[in-house]
C-alpha cells in the first residue's frame, strides 16, 4: 500500500491547431503527465471543472474569443491554479496587445520554435510548478532590437487595421474618439518609416505590411 506510484501530474493543454495541439499532446504524456485538450479558452474551462488540472499549456492567441493569458487568469481565479506555461509564435507580447505585467507570476513564456528541443517544455513546467521561473523561460523578456518601438497603443490599432477595421470602427471598439484614432495612426507611420505624404489608403496598407511582417505575419 504504502509503495504506490504518485498520480501523474495533470496537464491541460489549450491550443487551437489541431496538429500542433496533438504533437505537444504526445510529447507530454511521452514524458510521463496526464493530458487533456481543448481547443478555445471556453471549451478549456469546461474540461477543467471536472479535470481539475495541476498544470495549464496554453497558446496565447485561440483564435476568437478569450485568450490564453485570460483563461490563466480565469482558472487562477476558480482553481487556484499557480503552475502555467504559455506558448506563442509572435516575437514579443506586445506586439499582440499584452505585455508582461499582462502575465501571471511565476508563469513560463515560451516561443514555439524552442519546442524542436522536446525537454524545454518539460522543464518550463517544472520551473513554473516549483514557483521558479529563470529567465531561460521567459521570452517576452527577451527584447527584439529590430521590432520598432510602437507603443501598445499603437500596436494596438494598428492590429486592429489589420483586422480589416475602419479607423470608426476601431475607435467604437477602444471607446475613444475618431481623431484620436487618426492620431494613434500617424504616430505610428512615422515611428514605422512609412511616408505620411503618401494618401491614406496607401499608409493604412503600408502600415498592415509592415505590422504583418514584424508579428512574422502568424498567430500566437
Known amino acids: 500500500m504504502g509503495n504506490e506510484a504518485p498520480e501523474p501530474t495533470k496537464v491541460l493543454l489549450v491550443e ?33 471543472a471536472e ?44 506586439l499582440i496587445g499584452f505585455d508582461s ?18 525537454r524545454v517544455l518539460v522543464d518550463a513546467i517544472e520551473a513554473s510548478c516549483s514557483g521558479k521561473v529563470p529567465h531561460t523561460y521567459r521570452d517576452d523578456h527577451s ?16 492590429r486592429l487595421v489589420a483586422q480589416g477595421h475602419s479607423n470608426l470602427q476601431i475607435a467604437e471598439i477602444r471607446g475613444t474618439g475618431q481623431r484620436a484614432v487618426e492620431n494613434l495612426l500617424h504616430r505610428a507611420y512615422e515611428v514605422l518609416g512609412i511616408d505620411v505624404e503618401t494618401s491614406n489608403a496607401n499608409m493604412r496598407v503600408n502600415a498592415v505590411l509592415a505590422y504583418l511582417e514584424t508579428i512574422g505575419a502568424k498567430r500566437g
Open 16 to 48: 487551437d491547431e489541431t496538429m500542433v495541439r496533438s504533437l505537444i499532446a504526445e510529447l507530454l504524456t511521452a514524458n510521463g503527465y496526464k493530458v487533456i485538450t481543448a481547443g478555445n479558452a471556453s471549451e478549456a474551462r469546461l474540461v477543467a
Open 51 to 94: 479535470f481539475v488540472p495541476d498544470v495549464l499549456v496554453a497558446d496565447i492567441q485561440l483564435g476568437g474569443g478569450p485568450t490564453g493569458i485570460d483563461l490563466a487568469h480565469a482558472l487562477s481565479q476558480d482553481q487556484g491554479l499557480r503552475c502555467m506555461v504559455f506558448l506563442t509564435n509572435v516575437p514579443e507580447p506586445r
Open 101 to 118: 505585467k499582462s502575465i501571471p507570476k511565476g508563469s513560463a513564456y515560451l516561443n514555439k520554435s524552442r519546442l524542436a528541443d522536446t
Open 143 to 158: 527584447i527584439d532590437p529590430d521590432i520598432p518601438e510602437l507603443s501598445r497603443s499603437q500596436i494596438d490599432v494598428l
